[in-house]
């Protein structure tokens, strides 16, 4: 038998007697952090909002003390625990007055028994945390410096490393009880562990399941597996906690990602002395085949026997107050991924391991993650505490997600192995650890161990061999940074990588998201707050290189906020659509990033505000089962069709040769046979291939356009837009139709300028004179006022390149 309460009420928290603001017993939430309390107590700024964060750098510098009261009726249990799926981070934690634990490591679960200190009626629960910068500085002078790519003590804390900041993230590193607490009873027995392996042996799905128990008492106990009706039971007898118990289900059906077809979970159920463990499970397989081959190594990721191509985002936490993420939120997130026919979410290592929410949205939506363990471009010490708690928390979450087919594989790090090589480490380090014996032998080892099914790749990027640099790209995962740092987007065609597991290109937020995160008179690109949420490395004048490259001069911030995001979707559209006609040779493309954590210029392709930066718009055109792009090849142009769906595609595809007018000089009509998953390269001939000033277009019929242009926008000669609009008014919105007079570049309606919650269905369309395109904006507001109606179909709404 067992019983569960929360104890998420009634919390305060108190901070130290000498910080810069008095904060005694305000109230706290629980899941939480003291970041947002202090806000929700009026006491500091909303963090998110201008340079309020600033102000903050002295929380993460105290100690905070959180506590509550609650009643507790005795009942006759054997075991009673006081369970905190989440500390952050450096707590004591004590029980009227008495010290239950100590913790360090803001990623794992703990456990106390509290059955002896617990009164009847009121008892008084307090957790107190020690400032991380304070825990953090002491390890790391106790230890030695380690480099870090950043300037903070991230690497000597089980902590996020982003919560110190990043090149997209504020730095709000402070404390709190950031995930559940609750008090568990039990009697008899506890099911303290269940871990699932799951496997298809021919056409029979297995469950091998790893049970342990906490007991009391002298009896034997019954421990009963179902699944899909199937039913084994053990008994274990007295003093035994372990048992593995095989259920074979027939002829499963099975998980599938959703471009790959249905999926179907299955409820695991194990029962013992009245407790109850149940999660979902599904049946698939996935095997990482990097087998060497003539040209080096591949990253191939097969899932139920069949190599997918890896359409992929990187995913870092939806919030900078981590406990502001609810599970509606990550919902929201994880569709807008699949409905831009993004296949794979990698969970980047400077952040979490995710929740059960996300694993569990993943498993419904069909969506595959990669996992990487938490280290980030930094040297880590591997002394203690540091080795046991990488154990601990490793241990604790191959189990906690071993349940989720979603889950395909673990990576043990991010650039770590990369920055050893590549950025002046060893100097620094001498003879000091930085963390290859997590990587290397420790990671891998408790994967084989704890989870025994997924596959596992020492750091992200890895060639497969430690002799090989890292990021070679012949072989394994490469991250490529080149293009953003140092070079125009172009160059990604420099690169001929097996599988790009990073590569992304910056733009600042929707106007929306601006407008809510800085309230700068006069606003411009360089206004004080635009800086301030700019983080990255000379982040601003690498979008100017940019800019200067493709597009015509800046006149004022709403073409700067325009062109830097038509630039950023241009960079990223050119990179997968490079990629992916280098398809089987490369095998996948994972854009950095797809969220943001708050409002920020950054590579994300959602803002922090949750709205569509136009980027989003070019991953659903290049991530499309079909697509074809124009390459070039020496002095020639290629037509590359790729059909990455279960059917042959047969058609016709046209394209249209141009002048600078828009007027169609040539056209040609390529008859296309594809087998599934398969690429075709067609080499134009030479009469096709525009010239200067010229462009290639494809018609438009059964999938996006794919266009092919001989001079930059900034160069060519284009008319200025002409066009005409109609709005005609839709359920729970409206349609604006613009008809195209003169070429109209890379078209897009910003909706979010004329009602916030505006949602827009296309955009970055090119068209020509004679060809129209419907917007279809779902707004409420919109749909009910005639003045933001005729708003929509004018600048700085309604925008074109060449207007
Ligand atoms: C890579 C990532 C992140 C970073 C991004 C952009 O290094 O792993 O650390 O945010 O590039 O610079």
Known sequence: MSAKRTLHEGWTVTGDPE???????????????????LLAAGLVGDPYVDEAERDLAWVGRNDWTYRTAFDYETGDWDGIDLVFDGLDTVARVSLNGTVVGETANMHRRYRFDVRSLLREGPNELEVHFTAPYAYAEAQRDRLGNRPNAYPEPGNFIRKAACNFGWDWGPNLAGAGIWRP??????????????VPRVSLEDGIGVVDLAVSLATAGDADIEVVCEVAGVTETVRLAAGVATANVRVAVPDPELWRPHDRGERKLYGVKVTAAGDTWEHRIGFRTVELDTEPDDDGRPYDLKVNGETVWIKGVNWIPDEALFSRVDPARVERRLRQAVAAGINYIRVWGGGVYESEDFYRICDELGLLVGQDFLFACAAYPEEEPFWSEVEAEARDNLARLAPHPSLVTWTGNNENLWGWHDWDWQGDLGERTWGAGYYHDLLPKLVAEVDGTRPYWPGSPYSGVRELHPNEQAHGSVHIWDVWNDRDYAHYRDWKPRFVAEFGYQAPPTWATVRRMVSDEPLEAASPAMLWHQKAANGQDKLQRGLDAHLPPVRDFDDWLYFTQVNQARAVRLGVEYFRSLQPYCSGAIVWQLNDCWPVTSWAAIDGEERLKPLWYALRDVFAERMVTFQPDGDGLNMVVVNDSAEAWTGVIGFWKCNAEGRII???????????????????????????????????????????FTKEDKDMDWPTARFTTEVAAVEGGVQVTVHAESVLRDLCLFADRVDPDALVDKALVTLVPGEQVTFTVRSEAIAASAELQRALTAKPVLRAVND
């Open 666 to 708: 040539g056209r040609a009509l390529v008859q296309m046979e594809i087998d599934p998953r398969d690429t075709a390269v067609l080499e134009l001939e030479p009469g096709a291939i525009p010239k200067d000033g010229e462009f290639l277009l494809t018609g438009r019929e059964d999938f996006p356009r794919a266009t092919w």
């Open 181 to 194: 607490v609750r008090l568990e009873c039990w009697k008899t027995a506890r099911i303290a562990e269940v």
């Open 19 to 37: 910080a810069p603001v008095a904060v005694d017993a305000i109230p706290a939430a629980v899941p939480g952090e003291v970041v947002a309390d």
